[in-house]
Nanobody, 134 residues
Framework: QVQLVESGGGLVQPGGSLRLSCAAS????????IGWFRQAPGKEREGVAC????????YYDDSVRGRFTISRDNANNTIYLQMDGLKFEDTAIYYC???????????????????????????WGQGTQVTVSS
């Protein structure tokens, strides 16, 4: 079974940077679409950065494009979200997510688009709090 554990959240001043990590275990192949989502109080959980399979096609929400970078280190089984130029509006609980994609389907279509909706993912971490405050 896939398990995801986030870390790296904390309190940071506006304009500062954080790097979130998501340690993954239980993967039996590299054919997992991944994503970072966030949820602020009173708001829906929204996609921040998502990657299709295989790596290469990346989605960023308009609010973070140019400031956030998603990456995956398959050798270390870790997913990262580098966050620069943080704003008050970035305050939220951040979650990493993954969903298995059949290798045969990936081979057939060449590349699967990033999934950007919460209901497209099967595995979720417990979340890590990011607070941007002066």
């Amino acid at each position: 079974q896939v398990q995801l554990v986030e870390s790296g959240g904390g309190l940071v001043q506006p304009g500062g940077s954080l790097r979130l990590s998501c340690a993954a275990s239980g993967f039996t192949s590299d054919y997992y679409a991944i994503g970072w989502f966030r949820q602020a109080p009173g708001k829906e959980r929204e996609g921040v950065a998502c990657v299709g399979v295989p790596d290469g096609d990346i989605y960023y929400d308009d609010s973070v494009r140019g400031r956030f970078t998603i990456s995956r280190d398959n050798a270390n089984n870790t997913i990262y979200l580098q966050m620069d130029g943080l704003k008050f509006e970035d305050t939220a609980i951040y979650y990493c997510a993954a969903v298995y994609t059949d290798p045969g389907i990936v081979a057939s279509v060449g590349q699967v688009r990033p999934y950007t909706a919460t209901n497209e993912y099967d595995y979720w971490g417990q979340g890590t709090q990011v607070t941007v405050s002066s």
